[in-house]
């Protein structure tokens, strides 16, 4: 592979340790890296998901992200919390503009809430080499918010964050550089292939049929056979596995609307439900989340995906099954009526539901929803589901419910006190 073609940039990829965790662990005085502190979604709920633990209680208790709070021991020294999503988001736009003492502002990509990309090759006449700038975030972020963070750099944002996943978080001081030159050496021998940004598991399982197991076999297989199994998803695989990556996260790019391909809510619920009624009860309020977050981008869908995951208890397991109608829509009662007959076909009696999720996709614009000039129903329809938004965007999400939601099935009165899905 010839690099010497790729425009020579530096990026570093800053991870907050463990955020949500540590935030709460401050707030309580405490170390984050010795402590052992949980933050689950509802500390009153023995089946509420854990959605961050201190370093130490993933060490010493193996208790991590998607654990229950019943898995986690009974012991005085263990602190389990609610989250505060307000201040979690409130410290993350400080931390943001943390970063802006160093690199302007659209030099800054937040690629999620604890996570941000930076472009660092145009100030290191300011602050020095990119490890002297990295130095100095860790320093700043640990003395004023006591917060610790590992920083991955490399010569384009894909290196970064491989730099950051797989050698920053374990080394001493947090911070580790590749260049394209560490690729055959780092990269190559990583396995399994999830293990490397961008891979899951399904194209994981699929990469395994082709005999690919390692980055580097798949660095060096048959471009167009990837093509072939995979599309452009092959050409991006294919030169992933070189280290080679062209998106440029400063500037416009930063704040380019993405094109949305689908519209879906997925929850898992706060307890078991039993009663296939009671399910049908919450994928009605959630088929009136999906539908609009369709109306209020003035988008329609023609493919309706439902999605059941039974609990843990009786062995998990669940299915994903998706139809496709004629005309594209974003009417509730349409995208529930799809979702009923999903669910009626492929439901196992008797079993516990504990997670749904539905999505809306093959996105269009809504003005292709054609009308019956003599179906005056659907045509009230339409104009009630956008008046309804209205009201709901104007006065809250509270301000319109449906009459489910207020029976033990429901759950939208509970949500709409959240943020994130989370505890204010």
Not at 398 to 405: H, P, T
Request: proline share 4%.
């Amino acid at each position: 592979m010839d690099y010497s073609i790729y425009p020579k940039r530096v990026y570093a990829c800053v991870d907050m340790k463990s955020f949500y965790a540590s935030c709460a662990a401050v707030e309580m005085k405490l170390d984050p890296l010795t402590c052992y502190l949980a933050v689950v979604g509802n500390t009153e709920a023995s089946g509420s998901v854990v959605l961050a633990a201190s370093p130490m209680l993933k060490k010493d208790f193996n208790i991590k992200t998607g654990s229950r709070h019943y898995e986690i021991p009974r012991n005085a020294g263990i602190h389990i919390v609610n989250p505060n999503m307000r201040h979690f988001m409130q410290m993350s736009v400080e931390i943001t503009k943390l970063y802006w003492r160093y690199v302007p502002p659209e030099f800054v990509h937040t690629y999620s809430v604890d996570e941000s990309f930076l472009r660092l090759d145009k100030v290191e006449s300011l602050w020095g080499s990119p490890e002297k700038i990295a130095h100095m975030i860790q320093n700043d972020m640990m003395k004023e918010y006591g917060l610790y963070c590992t920083i991955g750099i490399g010569p384009n944002p894909l290196m970064s964050k491989l730099a950051l996943d797989l050698e920053s978080k374990k080394a001493p001081s947090g911070i580790a550089r590749w260049e394209y030159s560490d690729v055959q050496s780092k990269l190559w021998p990583v396995r399994p292939l999830s293990e490397m940004w961008g891979i899951g598991r399904r194209v994981e399982k699929r990469l395994n049929r082709m005999g690919i197991f390692t980055i580097g076999e798949l660095a060096n297989h048959r471009l167009d056979a990837l093509e072939k199994e995979f599309g452009i998803l092959g050409n991006q695989l294919y030169y992933h596995a070189w280290g080679v990556d062209l998106s440029d996260l400063s500037g416009a790019s930063v704040t380019q609307k993405q094109v949305q391909v689908s519209y879906g809510k997925s929850q898992i619920l706060m307890r078991d439900y039993k009663d296939p009624t009671e399910v049908k009860h919450v994928i009605l309020e959630m088929c009136e989340d999906v539908a609009k977050r369709a109306r209020d981008a003035k988008k329609a869908g023609r493919t309706i995906s439902l999605g059941i995951g039974y609990s843990k208890d009786e062995g998990g397991g669940g299915f994903s099954r998706e139809k496709s109608i004629e005309v594209p829509t974003n009417i509730t009662q349409e995208i529930y009526a799809v979702c009923l007959l999903l669910f009626d076909e492929f439901y196992e009696k008797d079993r516990t539901v504990r997670q749904i999720s539905i999505t809306l996709s093959k996105i269009v614009s809504d003005s292709n929803m054609q009308l019956d000039l003599f179906n005056e129903k659907k045509a009230k329809q339409i104009q009630l589901g956008y008046v309804m938004d209205s009201i709901r965007n104007k006065y809250g999400s509270k301000a319109l419910l449906r009459a489910v939601s207020y029976t033990p099935a429901g759950t939208a009165v509970h949500r709409s006190t959240l943020i994130g899905g989370h505890k204010a």
